[in-house]
């Protein structure tokens, strides 16, 4: 077997309370890799188009990769993969954190979770064994109350992934919290609901396995070669973490204002800074493990409304999505709203995108005082905001509404309310605007997930970064058209690649290239993968997620943005230029590239050639 893999993946079935070890062949491993790439081979042979999201046949995988419990820095995270229940296509989320290096200390590479526990459960999984426990003196706590009584009751070392009240209630907004107040979450796609339909409260991971490495002295001599650069290129961005870079999103016009309306917003931008969190709220900061940047927050709020807050602060999406999209511009209630995600296990971008989404409606007359049980809807409101937020945590009220996402949501309500439904697939859109960067439209418009500024991670190259392994050599400019489709697929098989190897896309801030990733690879696996063949594998993986999808009905018709994006300027003072991204020329060259049908479906010959 080729370094960097347990050799077992743990299947566990809890409708029976059983439990078996799979293995796969290195031959599948080199094809699929890890993480979200093996993840999307097993969620394909494993479901059919009649598969139901909440039905014990749907499969919960969790999936490390390779590259996780090694030094490579940025190697600490893990895959969360299964038919989503927000928007019934391929649902993939990642976390940092511990919990993923923990997995494989425990001896596996995966975990593939499918039936429904009789009652509520949590599993105890150290060094190959695997417990059924009781959770019913857990079930309704939030994941800061459960992880220090599941650690007592296990050990202090170990490692929690947990859903909180919100994924209990099948809450579609739902995700899994990991290492309890240090909160890494995969917050996309509902993953947490479908967790909470198996009955599943918990796993908690523990173990004393090591992960082997082909050629591990080349691989310490590289990474101890590459670390100085790493800490110097990445200094601003660990001291002030992700939301540091808030006011120049809001002065490039990337930051999503008032339910992506208003164009300027710089006082707002400049309060709920990193700068802003450092010089307030900041008690210091954290590392996923292997990671020498350090983009965690941790905050504390001792005094007012919102005093009691203590744990993981808000990040830049965060910001974006609970603070711009709805205009508050309170840091201490934002930093609330986020402890309340965290606790309840919501995923803070959804949760913003339909928080904002009620706010227009309540605008336009749509929903009124009664409707939001009393709360007043307007923008900025920052008690409001907090309220919401309980409400959608505990599934009542108009939280039972705005639970189920602004897809769902906008339909309910009727009228013009989907006007205001900004989403993807049914997913909500991150922090970025489309407008801002031609390739960040194309991405979320193809994204197999739905709205994701993860699959392809370009806006980072089209401002500067540089990866010349996909043509950005510091001159992809934002709004050009040609070759941005060849960009953003190249983009989309990298990002696939290091979602599958388990490597954080916050390492090119550290001036790492892609040749130095594929490298510390290859020194793990023991492989001698190239270039060629590294974005073919990318290919491949992203080519699967497509049939998946296609399986369940998407085609170019799903690829597309809302209309807000495509024929609405953003409006108010301050606005300079108005670019409206053309997403149909756009398209068709992606198509073409990709080797896929007009209507968006991988042809037969393409298919053949990636041995899919």
Known sequence: MAGGYMGKVLRIDLSRKKTEEQSFSEEICRKFIGGSGLGAKILYDETNSGTDPFSPENPLIFMAGPTANTLIPTSGRHAVVSRSPLTGVFGESDAGGTWGAKLKQAGFDGIVLTGKAQ??????????KVEFRDASHIWGKDTYEIDPILKSETQKTATVAAIGPAGEKLTLLAGIVHDGRDARIAGR??????????????????????TSVARPEELAASVKDLLPTILESSKTFGNLGTSGG??????????????WRLGRWEEGAKKISGAAMAETILVRKYHCRQCPIGCGREVKVDKGLYAGVEGAGPEYETMGTLGGMCLVDNLEAIAMANELCNRYGLDTISVGGVIAFAMECYENGLLNKKDADGIDLTWGNHEALVAVVKKIGKREGIGELLGKGVRKA??????????????????????????????AALAFATSARGACHLSAWTMGFERGLTMPEVGADGRVTRWEVEGKAKFVADCQYMMGMYDSMKLCKFIAFGGIKLSHGL?????????????????????????????????????????TLPLRFLTHKRVGPGITEVHLPPLGKLLSDYYEYNGWDELGIPRPEKIKELGL
């Open 519 to 559: 490298k510390w690879f290859n020194q793990v696996t023991g492989w001698d993968m190239d270039l060629p063949e590294f974005f073919k594998t990318g290919e491949r993986l992203f080519n699967l997620k497509r049939l998946i999808n296609v399986r369940w009905g998407v085609s170019r018709k799903d690829d």
């Open 246 to 259: 808030v006011p120049t999103h809001e002065s490039m016009g990337n930051f999503p204002l008032q339910n």
């Open 119 to 128: 009652t509520p459960t949590y599993l105890w999984i150290q060094d190959g």
């Open 189 to 210: 796609c509902g993953l947490g609901a479908v967790m909470g339909s198996k009955n599943l409260k918990a796993i908690v991971v523990q173990g004393s396995n090591k």
């Open 410 to 439: 906008s339909q309910e309500i009727g009228g013009i309310a989907p006007e205001f439904a900004m989403h993807v697939k049914g997913l909500e859109l991150p922090a970025h605007d489309p407008r801002a960067y031609f390739g």
